[in-house]
C-alpha cells in the first residue's frame, strides 16, 4: 500500500501563489508516476498534473504555464508550485500515485480557496 498526506492548501487572492505538498510513504517500489487532481463540489475529479518516475511532466491545459509539479526523490515528496491563481483554481486538491500492480491511491485531499 501507499499513504499520501498533502499539505499546503489555504485561501489566497487572485494573482496569488501557493504551493503544495504530498509526502509519500509505503510501497514506494511501485509507483509509476504521481500527480496532482482537483474537484469542485458536484463536478468530477479533473487531472491537473502528472510527474513520472523518469521526471517527465504532463500538464492540464487549464494550468500550463501557471503551475508546475516537481519532486523530491530524497524526501519522498512531490510538489504543486501554483502561480497566478484564479477564482477557477478554487477546489480540494488531491495528490494521487499510480502504481504498477496496485492501482491508484490518494490523498485526503486539501482545499484551495481563490477569492476574486
Known amino acids: 500500500q501507499v499513504q499520501l498526506v498533502e499539505s499546503g492548501g489555504g485561501l489566497v487572492q487572485a494573482g496569488g501563489s501557493l504551493r503544495l505538498s504530498c509526502v509519500a510513504s509505503?510501497?514506494?517500489?511501485?509507483?509509476?508516476?504521481m500527480g496532482w487532481y482537483r474537484q469542485v463540489p458536484g463536478k468530477q475529479r479533473e487531472w491537473v498534473a502528472t510527474?513520472?518516475?523518469?521526471?517527465?511532466?504532463y500538464y492540464a491545459d487549464s494550468v500550463k504555464g501557471r503551475f508546475t509539479i516537481s519532486g523530491d526523490k530524497s524526501k519522498l515528496t512531490i510538489y504543486l508550485q501554483m502561480e497566478s491563481l484564479e477564482p477557477e483554481d478554487t477546489a480540494v486538491y488531491y495528490c494521487?500515485?499510480?502504481?504498477?500492480?496496485?492501482?491508484?491511491?490518494w490523498g485526503q485531499g486539501t482545499q484551495v480557496t481563490v477569492s476574486s
Open positions: 509505503g510501497n514506494m517500489y511501485s509507483i509509476k508516476s
Open positions: 510527474i513520472t518516475t523518469a521526471r517527465t511532466k
Open positions: 494521487n500515485a499510480a502504481t504498477s500492480r496496485y492501482g491508484n491511491y
